[in-house]
């Protein structure tokens, strides 16, 4: 049995820092599959209810991602900047240029996932997801970007009959699936377009494009939308909101 720490910390914050100690130091490497509660509770001599409720901590944070049957792991995907605030890419295109969007489906199909796309999502490696990927154009614009989506068939079987030209997805969710999309984890990098969107996002080979992959959870703290996508530079801004919790009222935008 390892001893905890002899601080004034309660036993669950000492186990989430020892398990963020051992990521920072790569110790717990990207899809690694870290001790099942049981484990803990022997190598530590604590009990389950403590073990369940640092793990909880880390999963809210994005931390670990909790696959089930198979365990709980460090996720592949590395989580940057949690959303203060969800909006869409309407929304966005309305506030940044005053402007109105729409979008073309690409596929909207059931496909059985890679296992970055079945961690992200806490799904078994034989559960399918629906595959949904549109052309976002902005008006007088013209095409901005590729959303590509990914959400479990199980949970939303009845996507496949709506129409996500004409509306919202996250619209369609939290009035027909009764999810509501509570925070999110965004990565946010660049990179050179990938050749199967070179013609449709009228760009050469090798042009600068941006890159947003991202996970939603929903309002019980459940992963259920994983997203990987592809916007131009220089016809799509991305905003952050970004709240100062030690300073109620003070925001600030970039």
Do not use: W
């Given at each position: 049995?390892?001893?905890?720490?002899?601080?004034?910390?309660?036993?669950?914050?000492?186990?989430?820092?020892?398990?963020?100690?051992?990521?920072?130091?790569?110790?717990?490497?990207?899809?690694?599959?870290?001790?099942?509660?049981?484990?803990?509770?022997?190598?530590?001599?604590?009990?389950?209810?403590?073990?369940?409720?640092?793990?909880?901590?880390?999963?809210?944070?994005?931390?670990?991602?909790?696959?089930?049957?198979?365990?709980?792991?460090?996720?592949?995907?590395?989580?940057?900047?949690?959303?203060?605030?969800?909006?869409?890419?309407?929304?966005?295109?309305?506030?940044?240029?005053?402007?109105?969007?729409?979008?073309?489906?690409?596929?909207?199909?059931?496909?059985?996932?890679?296992?970055?796309?079945s961690q992200m999502l806490g799904l078994k490696n034989d559960e399918a997801v629906i595959k949904l990927q549109r052309a976002r154009y902005i008006t007088d614009i013209g095409v901005a970007g590729v959303d590509t989506r990914f959400l479990p068939l199980i949970r939303f079987n009845g996507l496949l009959d709506e129409n996500l030209e004409k509306n919202s997805l996250y619209e369609i969710l939290i009035s027909k699936f009764n999810t509501i999309p509570s925070r999110a984890y965004s990565e946010v990098s660049g990179g050179a377009c990938p050749e199967e969107f070179v013609e449709l996002l009228e760009l050469n080979p090798r042009d600068p494009v941006t890159v947003f992959r991202d996970v939603l959870f929903d309002q019980n703290e459940i992963p259920f939308d994983y997203g990987e996508n592809v916007y131009r530079i220089d016809r799509y801004t991305y905003r952050i909101e970004i709240f100062d919790n030690r300073h109620p009222g003070v925001n600030h935008y970039s």
């Open positions: 049995m390892i001893e905890m720490e002899n601080t004034q910390l309660p036993l669950y914050l000492q186990l989430v820092s020892r398990i963020e100690e051992q990521i920072n130091y790569g110790e717990l490497k990207p899809g690694q599959k870290i001790p099942s509660e049981s484990e803990f509770c022997e190598m530590y001599g604590i009990s389950r209810t403590t073990v369940r409720q640092a793990l909880h901590d880390l999963a809210t944070r994005g931390k670990v991602i909790r696959v089930k049957g198979r365990g709980t792991f460090i996720p592949k995907f590395i989580a940057r900047k949690p959303f203060d605030g969800l909006t869409g890419f309407s929304r966005e295109v309305n506030y940044i240029y005053n402007k109105r969007s729409y979008s073309k489906v690409l596929c909207q199909e059931i496909i059985l996932p890679d296992e970055k796309i």
